[in-house]
């Protein structure tokens, strides 16, 4: 059975479509698109997608579906179900589980149970080190023969540079790039917040920013030595997107960046109280922060928008910000949240917004998606960006609740998301 799209705006920033067309899918690949198409079968299925955008299913970087091990605070079928509400088709989950996914037989353990309950595509980065405590390298080759599309030491960095230097070159004859959480433990200290007169304030340890410029900075130098492809996560201070426009002026390609919608939205400025809500790691930085994000966005230098989507228990963020646990969720919200802050204020067009949320993160995973051409999976969004709606915890399908945007109102809610040609999202709104 086939879907036919008809009457959307068609945007792709693969090919720089941007026009009213229909879309017509036959079983998982986009077989046409142009006008007046017609239904192929008695059986297909049509979507009336007039008034609202088409575009490649979103694919999000950096989730954490905390399977194996941490599964009252989401699992493989929670965290997938959340994304296909957010209008995300494919995830690259963290290794930061319990036990870690530092082997072939736990890479495979989340391939399987993916495979058997989760309605989109679920890649499971492996571990840079054995239990992630920076010692030794872990089975690289086996977990690239596993099918391990990413390595990355997610939760810490790999302190000791020489290991991480050997973690590169082991990756790159792998042929695999490394997703960097840039931290230096011995800066951060007990900081929970960013360290500025917001923290003094607060009475709450601070975080400086050179914690993270300087892992970033150390990082970029090794990649750029071992020719490995490294891409620097949740990316928050302006000392980083600096670095990316020098990298990008000089002509490095193997060195790329995300940030996530609550860095480029959010400062410590929005910390009125101690609220756990607002505890995440990197965390909300200053104003002046916030603005080079942006222009690195807006000039291509920060290529990606991922959400570093971290679920938790009540209890885990309940209570002081010194000992609630970092991280927000963000899978459900960041197209919204970015369409607002991003495109309704002229910062992009949306077809730079779709580069940066599907075309960009799969050409540095080297996958088909992120694209609406024809012949390219069936992996397809289709979102309402005229009318504006509030966001509400309690809607979230994700086991955790734990957002700082609560009751904010915004454009951009997803209505339908479509994966492998299966409508495995409709929102209520869309119903008639």
Do not use: W
Not at 22 to 42: A, F, H, N, P, R
Not at 300 to 329: C, E, L, N, W
């Amino acid at each position: 059975m086939g879907i036919l799209i008809q009457g959307g705006r068609v945007v792709d920033a693969a090919s720089q479509m941007d026009k009213i067309a229909d879309v017509y899918l036959d079983g998982c690949v986009i077989q046409e698109i142009g006008e007046k198409l017609k239904v192929k079968d008695k059986d297909d299925r049509i979507i009336d997608a007039r008034g609202m955008v088409v575009m490649p299913g979103l694919v999000d970087l950096h989730v954490h579906f905390r399977d194996p091990g941490q599964t009252e605070k989401e699992d493989i079928e929670s965290g997938s179900k959340a994304a296909a509400r957010g209008g995300v088709t494919t995830v690259v989950a963290m290794p930061n589980t319990t036990p870690v996914i530092d082997c072939p037989d736990r890479a495979n353990y989340v391939k399987n149970k993916a495979a058997q309950v989760s309605p989109i595509h679920v890649l499971q980065a492996g571990a840079m080190t054995k239990g992630e405590l920076g010692c030794e390298l872990s089975d690289i080759a086996g977990m690239a023969a596993a099918g391990v599309p990413v390595l990355s030491e997610d939760g810490k960095s790999v302190m000791k540079a020489s290991l991480c230097k050997q973690a590169m070159e082991e990756a790159v004859k792998a042929g695999l790039p490394i997703f960097d959480h840039c931290e230096d433990m011995t800066l951060r200290g007990d900081g929970c917040m960013n360290d500025d007169e917001n923290a003094k304030r607060l009475g709450l340890p601070g975080i400086c920013n050179s914690t993270e410029d300087t892992i970033a900075a150390r990082d970029s130098l090794l990649a750029i030595e071992t020719g490995a492809k490294l891409h620097l996560c949740h990316c928050s201070t302006r000392g980083v997107a600096i670095m990316m426009k020098m990298l990008k002026e000089e002509g490095i390609q193997n060195v790329t960046a995300e940030v996530c919608p609550h860095h480029f939205i959010l400062t410590s400025d929005d910390i009125e109280r101690d609220d756990p809500n607002y505890k995440m790691n990197p965390p909300l930085r200053t104003r002046k922060d916030v603005d080079a994000l942006i222009e690195g966005l807006k000039e291509g230098y920060i290529q990606v928008i991922s959400t570093d989507h971290a679920p938790h228990t009540q209890k885990d963020k309940t209570g002081s910000m010194r000992t609630a646990a970092f991280g927000i969720v963000g899978i459900e919200t960041s197209f919204a949240l970015s369409y607002t802050a991003l495109v309704e204020t002229g910062v992009l067009t949306l077809s730079q917004l779709v580069e940066k949320m599907s075309y960009n993160p799969a050409k540095i995973l080297n996958l088909p998606c992120g694209t609406l051409q024809e012949g390219h999976p069936a992996d397809v969004v289709i979102a309402d960006i005229k009318h504006p709606y509030t966001i509400h915890k309690a809607d979230f399908v994700s086991k955790g609740k734990n957002t700082p945007f609560e009751g904010k109102e915004v454009k951009g809610k997803i209505l339908y998301t479509i994966c492998d040609g299966k409508v495995v999202y409709t929102d209520p709104s869309a119903v008639k």
